[in-house]
């Protein structure tokens, strides 16, 4: 089992900056995949960025120049810089842990960019 406690979520104005950080704890895997996703009520949850173990970063098209993942891996802690933040990228965004064949998610923090 893998325990994933997300925190850094909550209210910003357009333009502004939020950084997520996800800690993972108990069975962890030295090769793994953690990552950000996101939701919003309606749709599918999205990728919005990952990292693996070996620091191999992706991002969605609507992350690339504007939000970065980094990770720690003592402890795992994977984090998400989101800078000029949008009002489409209010949602909920949820923490993921891969590590063939199994994933974890965490509970969730939401995003909110209005003014």
């Known amino acids: 089992q893998v325990q994933l406690v997300e925190s850094g979520g909550g209210l910003v104005q357009p333009g502004g900056s939020l950084r997520l950080s996800c800690v993972a704890s108990?069975?962890?895997?030295?090769?793994?995949?953690m990552g950000w996703y996101r939701q919003v009520p309606g749709k599918q949850r999205e990728l919005v960025a990952s990292?693996?173990?070996?620091?191999?970063?992706d991002y969605a098209d609507s992350a690339k120049g504007r939000f970065t993942i980094s990770r720690d891996n003592a402890p795992n802690t994977v984090y998400l810089q989101m800078n000029s933040l949008k009002p489409e990228d209010t949602a909920v965004y949820y923490c993921?842990?891969?590590?063939?064949?199994?994933?974890?998610w965490g509970q969730g923090t939401q995003v909110t960019v209005s003014s």
């Open positions: 993921r842990y891969y590590h063939t064949p199994v994933t974890y």
């Open positions: 108990g069975n962890i895997f030295s090769i793994n995949v």
């Open positions: 990292i693996t173990s070996g620091g191999r970063r």
